[in-house]
Protein backbone atom coordinates (compact mmCIF):
# COMPACT_ATOMS: atom_id res chain seq x y z
CA UNK A 1 0.00 0.00 0.00
CA UNK A 2 1.43 3.45 -1.12
CA UNK A 3 1.49 6.42 1.31
CA UNK A 4 -1.09 8.49 -0.34
CA UNK A 5 -3.76 5.89 0.01
CA UNK A 6 -2.63 4.60 3.72
CA UNK A 7 -3.07 8.93 4.20
CA UNK A 8 -6.65 8.99 3.07
CA UNK A 9 -7.53 6.05 4.97
CA UNK A 10 -6.58 7.62 8.15
CA UNK A 11 -8.36 10.70 7.68
CA UNK A 12 -11.55 8.81 6.55
CA UNK A 13 -11.07 6.29 10.17
CA UNK A 14 -9.25 8.52 13.02
CA UNK A 15 -10.73 6.02 15.42
CA UNK A 16 -8.50 3.08 13.30
CA UNK A 17 -5.47 4.94 14.35
CA UNK A 18 -6.41 6.12 18.17
CA UNK A 19 -7.06 2.55 18.35
CA UNK A 20 -3.81 1.43 18.15
CA UNK A 21 -2.46 4.12 20.55
CA UNK A 22 -2.06 2.63 24.11
CA UNK A 23 -3.01 4.81 26.95
CA UNK A 24 -0.62 7.92 27.40
CA UNK A 25 1.13 7.82 24.20
CA UNK A 26 1.25 10.18 21.55
CA UNK A 27 2.39 9.62 17.80
CA UNK A 28 5.55 10.40 16.04
CA UNK A 29 6.61 10.24 12.58
CA UNK A 30 10.19 11.00 12.99
CA UNK A 31 12.02 7.66 15.16
CA UNK A 32 13.63 9.44 18.24
CA UNK A 33 16.69 8.42 19.27
CA UNK A 34 17.09 7.16 22.89
CA UNK A 35 20.29 6.88 24.17
CA UNK A 36 21.93 5.83 28.00
CA UNK A 37 25.31 6.15 27.49
CA UNK A 38 27.92 6.22 24.23
CA UNK A 39 26.76 4.63 21.22
CA UNK A 40 29.58 1.43 20.86
CA UNK A 41 30.94 0.67 17.21
CA UNK A 42 31.60 -2.89 17.51
CA UNK A 43 33.16 -4.32 14.11
CA UNK A 44 31.32 -6.83 12.72
CA UNK A 45 34.53 -8.89 12.42
CA UNK A 46 34.22 -8.94 16.17
CA UNK A 47 30.66 -9.01 16.70
CA UNK A 48 28.73 -12.22 17.76
CA UNK A 49 25.88 -13.57 19.06
CA UNK A 50 25.49 -16.03 21.81
CA UNK A 51 22.76 -17.84 23.84
CA UNK A 52 23.75 -18.71 27.05
CA UNK A 53 22.97 -19.11 31.12
CA UNK A 54 20.90 -22.28 32.01
CA UNK A 55 22.03 -24.36 28.70
CA UNK A 56 23.52 -27.32 28.46
CA UNK A 57 26.00 -25.32 26.16
CA UNK A 58 26.40 -21.84 24.62
CA UNK A 59 25.36 -21.40 20.99
CA UNK A 60 27.26 -18.51 19.42
CA UNK A 61 27.03 -17.17 16.21
CA UNK A 62 29.27 -14.91 14.20
CA UNK A 63 27.80 -12.14 12.00
CA UNK A 64 28.24 -14.31 9.12
CA UNK A 65 26.50 -17.32 10.28
CA UNK A 66 23.58 -14.99 12.04
CA UNK A 67 23.03 -13.48 8.68
CA UNK A 68 22.61 -16.68 7.03
CA UNK A 69 19.70 -18.11 9.33
CA UNK A 70 16.46 -17.62 7.83
CA UNK A 71 15.07 -14.14 8.16
CA UNK A 72 11.82 -12.46 8.71
CA UNK A 73 10.35 -8.82 7.92
CA UNK A 74 8.23 -7.97 9.78
CA UNK A 75 5.62 -4.49 10.38
CA UNK A 76 5.15 -3.63 13.78
CA UNK A 77 3.83 -0.74 16.14
CA UNK A 78 6.21 0.58 18.77
CA UNK A 79 5.68 2.27 22.15
CA UNK A 80 8.56 4.00 24.08
CA UNK A 81 7.95 4.33 27.45
CA UNK A 82 8.90 8.11 27.02
CA UNK A 83 5.15 8.62 25.71
CA UNK A 84 6.07 8.26 21.81
CA UNK A 85 4.56 5.60 19.49
CA UNK A 86 5.66 5.09 15.92
CA UNK A 87 2.84 2.82 13.70
CA UNK A 88 4.34 0.41 11.16
CA UNK A 89 7.80 0.37 11.68
CA UNK A 90 9.47 -2.44 8.95
CA UNK A 91 11.98 -4.71 10.60
CA UNK A 92 14.04 -7.52 9.27
CA UNK A 93 15.70 -10.04 11.31
CA UNK A 94 15.75 -13.34 12.53
CA UNK A 95 12.92 -14.54 15.23
CA UNK A 96 14.45 -15.68 18.38
CA UNK A 97 12.22 -19.03 17.88
CA UNK A 98 15.17 -19.44 15.38
CA UNK A 99 17.92 -18.86 17.66
CA UNK A 100 16.08 -20.98 20.47
CA UNK A 101 15.88 -24.15 18.43
CA UNK A 102 17.09 -27.50 19.93
CA UNK A 103 18.17 -25.63 23.09
CA UNK A 104 16.48 -27.26 26.10
CA UNK A 105 16.15 -25.45 28.83
CA UNK A 106 14.17 -25.30 32.17
CA UNK A 107 14.29 -21.13 32.57
CA UNK A 108 11.38 -19.04 32.68
CA UNK A 109 13.14 -15.97 31.92
CA UNK A 110 16.06 -13.97 30.04
CA UNK A 111 17.96 -11.36 30.53
CA UNK A 112 19.36 -9.93 27.18
CA UNK A 113 22.18 -8.64 27.50
CA UNK A 114 24.37 -5.83 24.82
CA UNK A 115 27.51 -3.64 24.30
CA UNK A 116 27.96 -1.06 26.30
CA UNK A 117 26.56 -2.95 29.54
CA UNK A 118 22.73 -2.66 29.02
CA UNK A 119 20.61 -5.34 29.96
CA UNK A 120 16.74 -5.93 30.43
CA UNK A 121 14.70 -9.07 31.51
CA UNK A 122 12.02 -10.69 29.74
CA UNK A 123 9.45 -13.90 30.58
CA UNK A 124 10.95 -16.34 27.81
CA UNK A 125 7.51 -17.13 26.34
CA UNK A 126 7.12 -13.18 25.51
CA UNK A 127 10.19 -13.91 23.26
CA UNK A 128 9.10 -16.90 20.96
CA UNK A 129 6.47 -18.00 18.30
CA UNK A 130 6.56 -15.02 16.25
CA UNK A 131 6.85 -12.65 19.40
CA UNK A 132 10.68 -10.97 18.98
CA UNK A 133 13.13 -10.72 16.77
CA UNK A 134 16.89 -9.87 16.41
CA UNK A 135 16.67 -7.04 13.93
CA UNK A 136 19.61 -5.73 11.90
CA UNK A 137 17.47 -3.86 9.54
CA UNK A 138 14.97 -1.25 9.62
CA UNK A 139 12.88 -0.33 6.23
CA UNK A 140 15.24 -2.33 4.14
CA UNK A 141 18.83 -0.95 5.55
CA UNK A 142 21.08 -1.73 7.68
CA UNK A 143 20.44 -0.89 11.00
CA UNK A 144 21.91 2.11 12.33
CA UNK A 145 24.52 2.30 15.15
CA UNK A 146 22.03 5.16 16.83
CA UNK A 147 19.23 2.82 16.52
CA UNK A 148 20.87 0.02 17.88
CA UNK A 149 22.86 -1.74 15.31
CA UNK A 150 24.57 -4.04 14.26
CA UNK A 151 21.54 -5.90 15.64
CA UNK A 152 19.06 -5.31 18.38
CA UNK A 153 16.45 -6.94 20.27
CA UNK A 154 12.58 -6.57 18.81
CA UNK A 155 9.62 -7.30 20.95
CA UNK A 156 7.22 -5.02 19.84
CA UNK A 157 4.39 -6.16 22.15
CA UNK A 158 6.74 -4.45 25.27
CA UNK A 159 7.35 -0.91 25.87
CA UNK A 160 10.60 -0.59 23.58
CA UNK A 161 13.38 -0.20 26.15
CA UNK A 162 12.71 -4.06 26.19
CA UNK A 163 14.15 -4.05 22.65
CA UNK A 164 17.32 -3.79 23.81
CA UNK A 165 19.87 -1.92 21.34
CA UNK A 166 23.41 -3.40 20.16
CA UNK A 167 22.01 -6.99 22.09
CA UNK A 168 24.66 -9.58 21.78
CA UNK A 169 23.03 -12.72 23.35
CA UNK A 170 20.43 -13.42 25.92
CA UNK A 171 21.16 -15.35 29.03
CA UNK A 172 18.29 -17.71 30.21
CA UNK A 173 17.71 -17.49 33.63
CA UNK A 174 15.25 -19.22 36.75
CA UNK A 175 14.54 -16.15 38.23
CA UNK A 176 13.53 -12.83 36.27
CA UNK A 177 16.44 -10.61 37.05
CA UNK A 178 15.72 -6.96 37.02
CA UNK A 179 17.89 -5.27 34.19
CA UNK A 180 19.39 -1.97 33.71
CA UNK A 181 15.96 0.47 34.15
CA UNK A 182 13.79 -2.71 35.48
CA UNK A 183 16.26 -2.12 38.88
CA UNK A 184 15.45 1.24 39.02
CA UNK A 185 12.09 1.88 39.14
CA UNK A 186 10.78 1.00 35.26
CA UNK A 187 8.26 -2.39 35.47
CA UNK A 188 9.51 -5.68 35.55
CA UNK A 189 7.07 -6.79 32.16
CA UNK A 190 6.01 -3.70 30.83
CA UNK A 191 3.03 -4.12 29.17
CA UNK A 192 2.24 -0.91 26.81
CA UNK A 193 -1.58 -1.43 26.78
CA UNK A 194 -1.90 -1.98 30.60
CA UNK A 195 0.77 1.03 30.86
CA UNK A 196 3.34 -0.80 32.87
CA UNK A 197 5.46 2.22 33.20
CA UNK A 198 7.00 2.25 36.75
CA UNK A 199 7.57 -0.46 39.97
CA UNK A 200 3.75 -1.19 41.12
CA UNK A 201 1.75 0.00 37.83
CA UNK B 1 21.68 12.76 15.19
CA UNK B 2 25.28 13.36 16.43
CA UNK B 3 26.57 11.49 19.88
CA UNK B 4 27.75 14.91 21.29
CA UNK B 5 23.88 15.81 20.63
CA UNK B 6 23.17 13.27 23.04
CA UNK B 7 25.56 13.63 25.81
CA UNK B 8 25.77 17.01 27.92
CA UNK B 9 27.47 17.64 30.82
CA UNK B 10 26.90 17.80 34.42
CA UNK B 11 25.53 20.93 34.81
CA UNK B 12 22.42 19.99 32.98
CA UNK B 13 21.16 17.88 36.14
CA UNK B 14 22.06 20.95 38.25
CA UNK B 15 18.91 21.99 38.92
CA UNK B 16 17.64 18.35 39.23
CA UNK B 17 20.30 17.55 42.12
CA UNK B 18 19.61 20.83 44.22
CA UNK B 19 15.68 19.72 44.79
CA UNK B 20 17.05 16.50 45.59
CA UNK B 21 20.04 17.72 48.00
CA UNK B 22 18.78 21.05 48.94
CA UNK B 23 22.27 22.38 48.27
CA UNK B 24 24.29 23.64 44.64
CA UNK B 25 25.75 20.27 43.67
CA UNK B 26 27.57 21.05 40.53
CA UNK B 27 30.58 22.01 42.28
CA UNK B 28 30.59 18.71 44.39
CA UNK B 29 32.93 16.09 43.99
CA UNK B 30 32.03 12.37 43.30
CA UNK B 31 34.28 9.40 43.27
CA UNK B 32 33.58 6.87 40.62
CA UNK B 33 33.51 3.09 42.65
CA UNK B 34 34.57 1.68 38.64
CA UNK B 35 37.65 3.55 38.47
CA UNK B 36 38.39 5.21 41.61
CA UNK B 37 38.99 8.97 39.73
CA UNK B 38 37.29 11.90 41.23
CA UNK B 39 35.02 14.35 39.19
CA UNK B 40 33.52 17.78 39.62
CA UNK B 41 29.52 17.08 39.39
CA UNK B 42 29.24 19.72 36.67
CA UNK B 43 31.92 18.15 34.30
CA UNK B 44 30.40 14.00 34.32
CA UNK B 45 28.59 12.63 31.19
CA UNK B 46 25.00 12.90 31.29
CA UNK B 47 22.50 11.61 28.90
CA UNK B 48 19.25 12.74 29.22
CA UNK B 49 17.28 11.36 25.73
CA UNK B 50 16.31 8.11 27.95
CA UNK B 51 13.65 6.47 30.00
CA UNK B 52 15.96 8.48 32.74
CA UNK B 53 18.77 10.59 33.32
CA UNK B 54 21.67 8.50 33.12
CA UNK B 55 25.30 10.03 34.47
CA UNK B 56 28.66 8.36 33.32
CA UNK B 57 32.09 8.50 34.84
CA UNK B 58 34.11 10.75 31.43
CA UNK B 59 36.96 8.70 32.59
CA UNK B 60 35.44 5.20 32.27
CA UNK B 61 32.27 5.44 31.05
CA UNK B 62 30.76 3.14 34.44
CA UNK B 63 27.47 4.48 35.60
CA UNK B 64 27.59 6.61 38.64
CA UNK B 65 24.13 7.68 39.31
CA UNK B 66 21.01 6.63 37.40
CA UNK B 67 17.69 9.31 37.58
CA UNK B 68 14.09 7.90 37.15
CA UNK B 69 11.16 10.02 37.94
CA UNK B 70 7.33 9.07 37.10
CA UNK B 71 3.70 8.69 39.09
CA UNK B 72 4.70 10.64 41.70
CA UNK B 73 8.14 9.23 42.61
CA UNK B 74 11.72 9.17 42.23
CA UNK B 75 14.32 6.41 41.81
CA UNK B 76 17.38 7.26 42.49
CA UNK B 77 20.75 4.84 42.23
CA UNK B 78 24.28 6.24 43.36
CA UNK B 79 25.74 2.70 43.63
CA UNK B 80 28.08 3.58 40.51
CA UNK B 81 29.45 6.54 43.05
CA UNK B 82 31.22 5.45 46.02
CA UNK B 83 31.46 8.75 47.29
CA UNK B 84 30.05 12.22 46.91
CA UNK B 85 31.09 15.23 48.62
CA UNK B 86 29.83 18.61 49.08
CA UNK B 87 28.79 21.99 50.72
CA UNK B 88 27.36 21.28 54.28
CA UNK B 89 24.12 22.95 53.99
CA UNK B 90 24.44 23.52 58.13
CA UNK B 91 28.24 25.01 57.53
ZN1 LIG C 1 35.22 5.78 36.36
Known sequence: MGFISRGFKGRREPAADSSRLPPGQYLVR?????????????????????????????????????????????????????????????????????????????????????????????????????????????????????????????????????????????????EDEPGFWESNGYHLYGDPWREQRYWGD | MLESELKVDGNAIGGLLREFFTVEMTAAESTCAGCGKVHVVGRVDVYMNAPGVVVRCPSCTNVLMRVVRGGGRVWLDLSGMRCIEFTDPEA
Open chain 1, 30 to 174: DFPVLSAGPTPHTPLAEWSFTITGAVDADKTWSWEEFRKLPSETVTKDIHCVTKWTKLDTSWTGVAVSTLLEGIDTSADYVVAFSDGGYTTNLPLEDLVDGKAWVAYEFDGRPLEPEHGGPARLLVPHLYFWKSAKWVRGLSLRN
